[in-house]
C-alpha cells in the first residue's frame, strides 16, 4: 500500500492512548516506546523542564504531583486551565502534548510525516468536548479529518470477525468515560441505532473508593485527616489503580506503601488487605448505573434484550470481572473478548481513516447523535403551566447523523422586531434545565402582528458532531447563522496559533524532545529509584543542614544525572545515595 496521504486513526483516552494505521490491508498499532503500543495519557514537566509525556510523567506523578497532569479528557470542553509546575495550560494544550507524541511515534514507525487524523471520543461527548479535541489536534499539528464515536469505531474493529448481519451492544467503559451503543452490522453498513452514558463515571471513580477505603484506614490508626498532603495521595492513587488492576485476577490484594508520611516524628505506613468481595461492594452503585444505561440504550433502538446477537468489551476498565457477570447476567450472553479492550478503538479509528483516504475497501457507516438539540420557545409545560423556556426538539436523540431538521415558530407579540434564538442540548421539556450551547439575534423582522411572522429554524448536524443553526423569516429571507462550534468559547485562530507555539516550544523543534518511555531499567529498578527519591526528600524537608544536607543533595543529583546513561552507572550511583541514606537515618 501505498502511504502517500496517510490518515492514522487515535484513541485519545483518559487512562491511556493509542495510535494506529493500516498498511497492506492489516490493522497495525503502533508501538510508541519500546514494543508497548500503550501510552498512559499523562503529562508532565521534568526537573529540567523537559517535557513528560507518557510512562516517565506516569511513574513522576507519584513524587510531583504538582508539575504532573492525568486524566485530562475529563476537563475537555471545560473553559479553564489546569497547573502544571509553573504555568498554566487549557485541556486542549494538554491533549495536544499526548497527540503529539502520538504523532511522533507513528512519524518515526512509518518513516513519513503525518499530518491527518481520526480521532475518537466517547459517544456521549457533547459538542464544546468534541470541539476542543478537534483543537487539541490542530494544536498538535494534525488536521483532524473526522471525529469518530469510540463504540462505533470499536464495533468496525470487531466487523471482519462477524460473518452474518449483527446486532452489537458496545459496552465502553474507560478511566474517566462511560457509554453503552448498539450497532447494527448488515453488509457494508454498520449502523449506531442508540447511545446512552455518562462522561463522568470510569476507572479513575473506582480508583477513588480504594483510595478512600485507604484513608479511612489511616485516619482511623493515626487520627490524622491525609488528604490535603499531595504527595501522599498521588501514592495512594497509584496504589489504588495498581490494586484495582490486580483484583481483575486475584481474590485479595493488599495495599503496601512505606513512608506515607510522618505523625509527631513517626513514620506513616500503609498495609491493607483487600479482597475482591470488598471491591465488588465499593463499585457496586456503578455498575449499577452503567446496567442501567445498557437497558435504555436497547430501548432507545426499540430491541428486547434477546434481540442484542452480541456484546463487546471496550476499555481497560472492562476487565473487572463484576461487569462481565452482570452483562452475562442480565442479558444472556457471554462478551467476547477476542479483540483486546484497549486497543480496539484505536484500531477502528485506523480502519475509518483508511476508509477516508481511499485505501480500505467502500463501507457505509451510520453513526447518531446521542441528543437532542433544540431551541427556547415560548410555550406550555408539561402540567399545562405557560412557560417562556420551553423546550422545542429540533433533532432529536439517536438520530443517525449527518442530518438536517428545520421547524417554523412564530413571533410571541405584536410588533416584534427581534428574535433571540437559544440553542441547547438535552432531554428536559424546560430548556434551563438543558445545557445551553450557543444562541444568536434575529434583528430587522417586520413589525407585524403577533404570530404573523413566520421564522423558519433550521439545524444541521455534521458527521463530527458539530451543529450549525439557522434562522430565515419566511417572506423576506431575511436570514441569520450560527455555528455551534465557534459559540462554546472555543479558541480562536490566533489563540490556536500561540497554544500551538507554546507546545512546540514546549516539545522543542522536531518532534525528538519528548522524554522517552518509562524510568530507566527494570521495573524493580524504577522502584528502588523512586524509593530512594522519596526517602531523600523526607530527609531534605526536615531538619537536615550542614555538610550532610550538601552530600545528600550531592548524591541525588548524581543519580538524577546518571538516569539516561548505562544502567551500571545508575546502580552505582543510587547505591552511593542509598549508603548515606542508611548514615543519615540512623
Known amino acids: 500500500m501505498s502511504m502517500d496521504g496517510v490518515i492514522v486513526g487515535i484513541d485519545l483516552g483518559t487512562t491511556n492512548s493509542e495510535v494506529a494505521v493500516v498498511r497492506d490491508g492489516r490493522v497495525e498499532v503502533i508501538p510508541v516506546s519500546g514494543n508497548s503500543r500503550i501510552l498512559p495519557s499523562v503529562v508532565g514537566i521534568g526537573d529540567s523542564g523537559t517535557l513528560l509525556v507518557g510512562e516517565a510523567a506516569r511513574n513522576q506523578y507519584i513524587l510531583h504531583p504538582e508539575r504532573t497532569v492525568r486524566s485530562i479528557k475529563r476537563r475537555m470542553?471545560?473553559?479553564?486551565?489546569?497547573?502544571?509546575?509553573?504555568?498554566?495550560?487549557?485541556?486542549?494544550?494538554?491533549?495536544?502534548?499526548?497527540?503529539?507524541?502520538?504523532?511522533?511515534?507513528?512519524?518515526?514507525?512509518?518513516?513519513?510525516?503525518?499530518?491527518?487524523?481520526?480521532i475518537t471520543v466517547p459517544a456521549f461527548f457533547s459538542d464544546a468536548q468534541r470541539q476542543a479535541t478537534r483543537e487539541a489536534g490542530e494544536i498538535a499539528g494534525l488536521e483532524v479529518v473526522r471525529i469518530l464515536?469510540?463504540?462505533?469505531?470499536?464495533?468496525?474493529?470487531?466487523?471482519?470477525?462477524?460473518?452474518?448481519?449483527?446486532?452489537?451492544?458496545?459496552?465502553?467503559?474507560?478511566?474517566?468515560?462511560?457509554?453503552?451503543?448498539?450497532?447494527?452490522?448488515?453488509?457494508?453498513?454498520?449502523?449506531?441505532?442508540?447511545?446512552?452514558?455518562?462522561?463522568?463515571?470510569?476507572?479513575?471513580?473506582?480508583d477513588r473508593k480504594i483510595v478512600d477505603r485507604a484513608l479511612e484506614h489511616l485516619e482511623g490508626l493515626h487520627k490524622t485527616d491525609f488528604r490535603g498532603m499531595p504527595t501522599v495521595m498521588a501514592r495512594l492513587q497509584r496504589a489504588a489503580e495498581e490494586a484495582k488492576i490486580a483484583l481483575s485476577?486475584?481474590?485479595?490484594?493488599?495495599?503496601?506503601?512505606?513512608?506515607?508520611?510522618?505523625?509527631?516524628?513517626?513514620p506513616v505506613h500503609l498495609s491493607l488487605e483487600i479482597s475482591r468481595t470488598d471491591y465488588e461492594e465499593m463499585i457496586g452503585d456503578y455498575i449499577d448505573e452503567t446496567m442501567n444505561a445498557v437497558h435504555i440504550a436497547i430501548r432507545n433502538a426499540r430491541l428486547s434484550v434477546s434481540e442484542i446477537d452480541e456484546i463487546l468489551l471496550v476499555g481497560g476498565s472492562t476487565r473487572t470481572p463484576l461487569i462481565v457477570r452482570r452483562l452475562t447476567e442480565d442479558l444472556g450472553k457471554v462478551p467476547r473478548f477476542e479483540v483486546d479492550p484497549d486497543l480496539c478503538v484505536a484500531m477502528g479509528a485506523a480502519i475509518q481513516a483508511s476508509l477516508i483516504a481511499g485505501t480500505g475497501a467502500p463501507r457505509v457507516l451510520v453513526d447518531v447523535t446521542p441528543y437532542t438539540f433544540g431551541i427556547s420557545v415560548l410555550g406550555y409545560l408539561p402540567d399545562g403551566m405557560e412557560y417562556p423556556k420551553c423546550f422545542a426538539p429540533l433533532i432529536r436523540k439517536n438520530s443517525p447523523i449527518p442530518v438536517s431538521k428545520s421547524e417554523v415558530f412564530t413571533t410571541?407579540?405584536?410588533?416584534?422586531?427581534?428574535?433571540?434564538?437559544?440553542?441547547?442540548?438535552?432531554?428536559?421539556?424546560?430548556?434551563?434545565?438543558?445545557?445551553?450551547?450557543?444562541?444568536?439575534l434575529v434583528t430587522g423582522l417586520r413589525p407585524l402582528p403577533q404570530g404573523e411572522n413566520l421564522v423558519?429554524?433550521?439545524?444541521?448536524?455534521?458527521?463530527?458532531?458539530?451543529?450549525?443553526?439557522?434562522?430565515?423569516?419566511?417572506?423576506?429571507?431575511?436570514?441569520?447563522?450560527?455555528?455551534?462550534?465557534?459559540?462554546?468559547?472555543?479558541?480562536?485562530?490566533?489563540?490556536?496559533?500561540?497554544?500551538?507555539?507554546?507546545?512546540?516550544?514546549?516539545?522543542?523543534?522536531?518532534?525528538?524532545?519528548?522524554?522517552?518511555?518509562?524510568?530507566?531499567g527494570s521495573s524493580a529498578l524504577s522502584e528502588r529509584i523512586r524509593s530512594l527519591r522519596e526517602r531523600a526528600d523526607r530527609l531534605l524537608a526536615g531538619s537536615l543542614d550542614g555538610e550532610d544536607r550538601e552530600d545528600l543533595i550531592e548524591r541525588v543529583s548524581g543519580m538524577i544525572d546518571q538516569a539516561d546513561g548505562p544502567e551500571e552507572e545508575l546502580l552505582k550511583a543510587a547505591g552511593d545515595l542509598e549508603d548515606l541514606l542508611f548514615y543519615l537515618e540512623a
Do not use: W
Not at 503496601?256 to 516524628?265: R, V
Not at 405584536?414 to 444568536?440: C, K, M, R, S, W
Open 456 to 520: 423558519i429554524v433550521s439545524f444541521s448536524l455534521d458527521l463530527d458532531g458539530l451543529l450549525r443553526v439557522t434562522a430565515r423569516e419566511k417572506e423576506t429571507g431575511l436570514e441569520c447563522s450560527i455555528d455551534i462550534e465557534r459559540t462554546i468559547a472555543p479558541l480562536g485562530q490566533e489563540e490556536l496559533d500561540r497554544s500551538r507555539e507554546r507546545i512546540v516550544g514546549l516539545i522543542g523543534e522536531g518532534s525528538g524532545k519528548f522524554a522517552e518511555g518509562a524510568a530507566p
Open 249 to 266: 485476577s486475584a481474590p485479595f490484594v493488599t495495599l503496601s506503601e512505606e513512608y506515607l508520611s510522618e505523625k509527631d516524628g513517626v
Open 77 to 118: 470542553g471545560e473553559f479553564g486551565k489546569v497547573a502544571m509546575g509553573e504555568n498554566q495550560y487549557t485541556p486542549q494544550e494538554i491533549s495536544a502534548m499526548i497527540l503529539a507524541r502520538l504523532k511522533q511515534a507513528a512519524e518515526a514507525h512509518l518513516g513519513q510525516t503525518v499530518g491527518k487524523a481520526v
Open 412 to 440: 410571541s407579540h405584536d410588533g416584534q422586531t427581534e428574535v433571540e434564538i437559544t440553542v441547547y442540548q438535552g432531554e428536559h421539556p424546560d430548556a434551563l434545565e438543558n445545557i445551553e450551547i450557543g444562541q444568536f
Open 149 to 206: 464515536n469510540e463504540p462505533t469505531a470499536a464495533a468496525l474493529s470487531y466487523e471482519k470477525r462477524l460473518d452474518s448481519a449483527r446486532k452489537l451492544l458496545v459496552y465502553d467503559l474507560g478511566g474517566g468515560t462511560f457509554d453503552v451503543s448498539i450497532v447494527n452490522i448488515e453488509g457494508e453498513v454498520v449502523e449506531v441505532l442508540a447511545s446512552h452514558g455518562n462522561n463522568h463515571l470510569g476507572g479513575d471513580d473506582f
